[in-house]
């Protein structure tokens, strides 16, 4: 993993033809790309692997939680695409978590498996009605915990909970951040939100931005503004 933040966009599109007039125009030396729920229902893995041939590191963002087994199965379904990162819910437990790291444990080139632990959209509130009465950030940390001993490479936490999983998971384990939102730009239905340039200044691993990007009037001047900004 680079010492610089590295950028994913999150490309939440409706489908392939939407996506792909910013894929164009875009490099993989300049970012990563993200692929969530929306675009690879859509789009499905014959998208994926376009992206991958292409040369982008990809992280297919599917969220998995279900049974250890299917969990299991299916991210070694999305390691096969070639994607670069994929990601399961730190809830589901253990053994879940277990059966995701065996998923790709045999794979000589095998993505990294990461573990969300509270969305970046959940407030304290939130948290509170699904019956979690922790602080968001004492709860990553006991997910992030969870995460790092059942073996996975990383967590999906906001950037307010970044320094904290540092210290405590040690600078291997990687921190990849929703929730990136510059100065001025919508706070949608995100919660727990930073800049881009205080994140970067975190040492945060990867920063994962969607909107601010794709929805800007011109996403590929957001995207290179962005950049600037985390070294300035
Ligand atoms: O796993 C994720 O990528 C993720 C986890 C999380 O806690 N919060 C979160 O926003 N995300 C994803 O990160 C992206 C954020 O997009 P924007 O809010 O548009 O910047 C979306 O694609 C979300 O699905």
Redesign the pocket.
Known sequence: MSQQSLIFV?L?YANAEAARPLIDKLSPQQCGL?V??ELFTSAGPEFVRELVQRGFKV?L?L?FHDIPNTVNKAVRAAAELGVWMV?VHASGGRRMLEAARDAVADMPNRPYVIA?T????MSAEDLQEVGINVPPAEHVLKLAKLTKAAGLDGV???AWEAEAIASICGAGFIR?T????PVGSEQ???RRVMTPPEAAALGIEVL?????I?QAPDPVAALTEIQASLTA
């Not at 509270?118 to 959209?121: D, E, F, H, I």
């Not at 994962?208 to 601010?212: E, L, T």
Request: charged fraction near 25%; proline fraction near 6%.
């Open positions: 999150a939440d993200k969530g729920k992280f963002d969220k990601n969300v509270v969305l970046t959209s999906v936490c906001s990849v929703p929730g990136i939102r949608g239905d995100q994962v931005i969607g909107r601010p794709t």
